[in-house]
């Protein structure tokens, strides 16, 4: 358990759950809501960046001159974006590309937010909430992954009534959420059962492949179940050449507070969520 990553601070929310925000936001009847949306989007955006950039470049340069880059950059996120960016990830951004000018159009937009007060069409919101997920992929995140399983997870939550008495059930209702959604495919069981480790749920999300385990625990110790599914979902991952693998536990009892957010296990390749029922 000593590759965990160290969960989040309360009041700092992560990318993942900054984009998950938007998506909320957006989902809103309320056409104010589209301000928030944008402002989250862009938020998850800049967090994303921040995180990744500082933490690569202090492997590749003085930790003095990374401070001081950091301090510079601090109210100037487009040289963070075009200039730190290929130096820390080398992921070179072409000025006159379409990524960066879709950029361009979701900054003007955040900015006549926040310092005119603009109002946001629900066309312009997704079109901000779209370029930081065209962002986040070009950049190597899986984010758009960890948004669907916090989604997955709000989806429980706001059905109470809703009880789950063993695996099955929970893989079901899993299905049948991410059945919903038009930029997810669930694959047939036909493919699933062309592979010696079957996974519950396998989905495609645009490229990536997302292999999903489904638990249920009654009141027992979650740590137990991460430790148990580890080694299974690895392998998993590696049989259908997914980008990651996901256990999602469903839990009879109070969560514990360290997976009241997604953790995260070898570097990124395995997601943890604990969901109460």
Same mark, same amino acid.
């Given at each position: 358990?000593?590759?965990?990553?160290?969960?989040?601070?309360?009041?700092?929310?992560?990318?993942?759950? *900054?984009?998950?925000?938007? !998506? /909320?936001?957006? $989902?809103?009847?309320?056409? +104010?809501?589209?301000? %928030?949306?944008? &402002?989250?989007?862009?938020?998850?955006?800049?967090?994303?960046?921040?995180?990744?950039?500082?933490?690569?470049?202090?492997?590749?340069?003085?930790?003095?001159?990374?401070?001081?880059?950091?301090?510079?950059?601090?109210?100037?996120?487009?040289?963070?974006?075009?200039?730190?960016?290929?130096?820390?990830?080398?992921?070179?951004?072409?000025?006159?590309?379409?990524?960066?000018?879709?950029?361009?159009?979701?900054?003007?937009?955040?900015?006549?937010?926040?310092?005119?007060?603009?109002?946001?069409?629900?066309?312009?919101?997704?079109?901000?909430?779209?370029?930081?997920?065209?962002?986040?992929?070009?950049?190597?995140?899986?984010?758009?992954?960890?948004?669907?399983?916090?989604? *997955?997870?709000?989806?429980? !939550? /706001?059905?109470? $009534?809703?009880?789950?008495? +063993?695996?099955?059930? %929970?893989?079901? &209702?899993?299905?049948?959420?991410?059945?919903?959604?038009?930029?997810?495919?669930?694959?047939?069981?036909?493919?699933?059962?062309?592979?010696?480790?079957?996974?519950?749920?396998?989905?495609?999300?645009?490229?990536?492949?997302?292999?999903?385990?489904?638990?249920?625990?009654?009141?027992?110790?979650?740590?137990?179940?991460?430790?148990?599914?580890?080694?299974?979902?690895?392998?998993?991952?590696?049989?259908?050449?997914?980008?990651?693998?996901?256990?999602?536990?469903?839990?009879?009892?109070?969560?514990?507070?360290?997976?009241?957010?997604?953790?995260?296990?070898?570097?990124?390749?395995?997601?943890?969520?604990?969901?109460?029922?």
């Amino acid at each position: 358990m000593s590759n965990l990553r160290t969960p989040p601070s309360a009041d700092i929310d992560t990318p993942e759950e *900054l984009l998950a925000n938007a !998506e /909320r936001h957006y $989902s809103s009847s309320d056409i +104010n809501a589209m301000r %928030a949306a944008v &402002l989250e989007a862009m938020a998850a955006l800049e967090t994303f960046v921040s995180k990744k950039v500082f933490s690569s470049l202090d492997g590749k340069l003085d930790p003095l001159l990374v401070r001081w880059l950091e301090t510079k950059t601090r109210m100037d996120f487009d040289s963070r974006l075009s200039i730190l960016v290929p130096v820390a990830l080398g992921r070179p951004i072409d000025i006159r590309g379409s990524l960066w000018q879709d950029y361009q159009v979701a900054r003007s937009i955040r900015h006549r937010v926040v310092h005119a007060g603009a109002r946001v069409s629900r066309e312009r919101a997704r079109f901000v909430i779209d370029t930081v997920y065209k962002w986040l992929a070009f950049l190597g995140s899986s984010v758009e992954i960890q948004v669907a399983l916090l989604g *997955l997870r709000r989806f429980f !939550e /706001r059905q109470p $009534s809703l009880t789950i008495n +063993n695996e099955r059930e %929970a893989v079901d &209702l899993i299905v049948k959420y991410f059945s919903k959604s038009k930029a997810v495919d669930v694959l047939s069981e036909e493919v699933l059962s062309r592979s010696n480790f079957r996974p519950d749920v396998v989905l495609k999300f645009g490229p990536y492949t997302v292999v999903i385990e489904a638990k249920f625990s009654r009141g027992q110790n979650i740590s137990y179940f991460v430790a148990d599914i580890t080694s299974q979902l690895s392998h998993m991952v590696d049989e259908y050449r997914a980008a990651v693998g996901a256990a999602v536990i469903f839990h009879k009892g109070e969560v514990d507070p360290a997976y009241r957010s997604i953790m995260v296990l070898q570097k990124g390749k395995l997601y943890i969520l604990a969901i109460p029922v």
